[in-house]
């Protein structure tokens, strides 16, 4: 459903979904601990371990990258209720001024 084109009122939905994660507390704290272990892990691999701390690295990044795109989707959300709001009010002074009009 991300490569999808959404229609407006999707991407309204999706974003009051993604608003409702980043406002779970549970799920903070879980992203919140895989962070910190992941951070803790990889202070403590040893320096010769290259591959492990690019795994652990690229943990740390994934949870960082979920976040943002929850974050973005809200933005996005946000914007299409903005949009559907002016949309609305234009075609409501349209109908205004041709009802004056008759």
Do not use: Y
């Amino acid at each position: 459903m991300v490569t999808d084109r959404l229609t407006p009122e999707q991407e309204m939905h999706r974003g009051d979904e993604a608003r409702r994660l980043l406002d779970n507390e549970v799920l903070q704290e879980a992203l919140d601990a895989i962070e910190s272990e992941v951070v803790s892990q990889w202070e403590q691999c040893p320096a010769r371990d290259k591959e492990g701390k690019e795994a652990l690295w690229q943990l740390l990044k994934t949870s960082k990258k979920f976040r943002r795109l929850l974050v973005g989707f809200v933005e996005t959300g946000n914007l299409a209720r903005e949009n559907l709001k002016r949309h609305e009010e234009s075609k409501l002074a349209r109908m205004g001024r041709a009802l004056r009009r008759a």
